[in-house]
């Protein structure tokens, strides 16, 4: 069940907090559990960054101060919109979603604001833009940045008097709604370009919440994975063998570009196809230029030294894994036909975060009990616990 939908049908979660004197962000966790959603714990994890980033949401929830939510893509920008709007005083009302880039410049004025009937050919009735639709609710600008400035000016007299007028209307019409806005990268560049209005940065970013990227949150890997397994297990009602620990220490020294959507992705395709081998393959590096991996950053002055050392670490790691693969994974016979001793060799592959073991190939396994008739229902996933 989608996150606004839950809001929809629990609106009434901070009414009896009131009433309670218990603490809101406690009772939608609850109500969140009880509606098989991710608890707080999850969302939040245990790192110090995503502690202070639910301790804004906390904070502001209640408030109606625009709020600017940046992060890298697929760190969760959006649940901490629906977060603070389920928390809301406006949870009632709508949650308006607009993704900027999706609709073409040429349309975005309109689809913000609306238009009146014989505006322009076409027009042949009065439609109601995402800006008035979110009246007493919450509008959220997803990927903000990619407005031009001419939506940016009149977003900008919404958020100072709360006031807009119809594409093709001379009425101008008012409407209080809480603004959220979400952006990939830092607006402060796009301003220094040109391209993004000082003023309207100004607006939007009275509270601004920063999700650091997944590989700086490593610590709450385990459990993410522990819990995308469980859910994808009850969804395609299968559970999965457990992921070895040389897989998850590969996992751990993974640099996630793609963040938790990557992951959840890469976890679904384990519980569906069941190939740790599939996943560890994601993970390795791709050769590049003669085998080595390593970029170089020239927007600074440069440690040739340091450059070479980690080009000479990658080069290795490539090696070690391809004699690996070429003997079966067989470690004593690695370790000879690279000419280093056994415990040079273990010492290497965890340095390197590399699986010490083969991973395990697919496995065609049967989801019916034996004896099961093939009409018979698929039997629940067994619970396990994971050890990592």
Wanted: with cysteine; proline share 5%; aromatic share 6%.
């Amino acid at each position: 069940m989608a996150l606004h939908v839950l809001v929809n049908k629990h609106c009434t979660i901070l009414h009896l907090c009131a009433e309670t004197g218990r603490d809101p962000l406690v009772q939608f966790a609850e109500s969140a559990v009880a509606n098989n959603l991710p608890p707080m714990d999850i969302l939040f994890g245990k790192t110090a960054a995503m502690q202070a980033v639910r301790n804004k949401i906390e904070r502001v929830a209640e408030t109606d101060v625009p709020v600017l939510i940046q992060g890298e893509s697929g760190t969760g920008k959006e649940l901490c919109v629906q977060l603070l709007h389920a928390l809301s005083l406006r949870a009632r009302g709508a949650l308006v979603k607009v993704s900027c880039p999706a609709i073409p410049h040429s349309l975005l004025e309109t689809e913000l604001f609306g238009y009146e009937k014989g505006a322009f050919t076409g027009a042949m009735n009065t439609k109601l833009g995402r800006v008035e639709q979110a009246h007493n609710g919450t509008l959220f600008l997803d990927e903000v940045g990619s407005l031009d400035l001419n939506v940016q000016s009149k977003l900008l007299q919404v958020l100072q008097d709360g006031t807009f007028t119809r594409v093709g209307g001379h009425e101008s019409r008012s409407i209080t709604t809480r603004l959220v806005t979400a952006a990939n990268g830092d607006l402060r560049t796009q301003v220094e370009a040109g391209t993004f209005r000082l003023d309207f940065l100004f607006r939007i970013n009275a509270v601004t919440i920063n999700l650091p990227p997944l590989r700086e949150r490593i610590a709450d890997l385990p459990v993410l994975i522990d819990y995308f397994i469980d859910h994808y297990s009850k969804i395609f009602n299968h559970t999965p063998e457990l992921l070895s620990k040389s897989a998850v220490r590969l996992m751990q020294n993974y640099h996630w570009p793609g963040n938790i959507r990557q992951l959840e992705n890469l976890v679904r395709s384990y519980v569906l196809i069941g190939s740790e081998e599939a996943l560890v393959s994601e993970l390795m590096p791709e050769e590049k230029n003669g085998g080595i991996t390593t970029e170089i950053d020239l927007s600074a002055p440069v440690s040739l030294k340091n450059i070479t050392r980690q080009a000479t670490h990658d080069l290795e790691r490539q090696i070690i894994l391809k004699v690996l693969q070429a003997n079966s994974w067989n470690r004593q016979k690695t370790a000879k036909w690279l000419q280093i001793s056994y415990r040079s060799l273990l010492y290497k592959l965890s340095e390197a975060g590399m699986p010490e073991v083969p991973p395990r190939p697919i496995r065609v396994t049967s989801m019916r009990k034996p004896g099961e008739s093939v009409g018979a229902p698929l039997s629940a996933p067994v619970p396990r616990t994971r050890l990592y």
